[in-house]
């Protein structure tokens, strides 16, 4: 697996308007793209923090992962995504060593880069996401 960087920071809330507030308003950042992502349930909005981003998830529907997630665990850190430079190989690789994976096959995420989740049960507790541009 070829980790470039870390991509980016994911963290669940439940009102999208109140986070970006506290991002923008508290933190002095500011936020450069909202993007909805239907067939994952989720509105994301980004910011960036050096050459690494934070990624708001808001969920659309109660039924999506991120709203099972705060019901289940209430708004917070969701995952760490690392950039590689194959999210298919990446997987592979992973499984290979015996990582359990939500994503046997990239799929399309927020921005156009191609993603896929490691599973935290093999990954010691933290939800890992692999992406990139292919």
């Given at each position: 697996?070829?980790?470039?960087?870390?991509?980016?920071?994911?963290?669940?809330?439940?009102?999208?308007?109140?986070?970006?507030?506290?991002?923008?308003?508290?933190l002095?950042?500011?936020?450069?793209?909202?993007?909805?992502?239907?067939?994952?349930?989720?509105?994301?909005?980004?910011?960036?923090?050096?050459q690494?981003?934070v990624?708001l998830?808001?969920?659309?529907?109660?039924?999506g992962?991120?709203?099972?997630?705060?019901?289940n665990?209430?708004?917070?850190?969701?995952?760490?995504?690392?950039?590689?430079?194959?999210?298919?190989?990446?997987?592979?690789?992973?499984?290979?060593?015996?990582?359990?994976?939500?994503?046997?096959?990239?799929?399309q995420?927020?921005?156009?880069?191609?993603?896929?989740?490691?599973?935290p049960?093999?990954?010691?507790?933290?939800l890992?996401?692999l992406?990139?541009?292919?």
């Open positions: 697996m070829n980790i470039t960087h870390i991509e980016h920071i994911g963290i669940a809330v439940e009102n999208m308007e109140e986070a970006i507030a506290y991002y923008e308003n508290v002095g950042l500011k936020c450069y793209a909202i993007e909805e992502v239907a067939d994952q349930k989720v509105k994301t909005a980004f910011f960036m923090v050096g690494t981003k990624e998830l808001e969920s659309t529907s109660p039924e992962p991120i709203g099972k997630f705060i019901e665990r209430g708004p917070g850190l969701h995952h760490l995504a690392f950039a590689v430079s194959d999210v298919a190989q990446s997987l592979q690789k992973a499984e290979a060593k015996g990582m359990r994976l939500i994503d046997k096959a990239p799929r995420g927020a921005e156009g880069l191609k993603i896929g989740f490691l599973h049960k093999s990954t010691l507790g933290v890992t996401e992406c990139g541009k292919k």
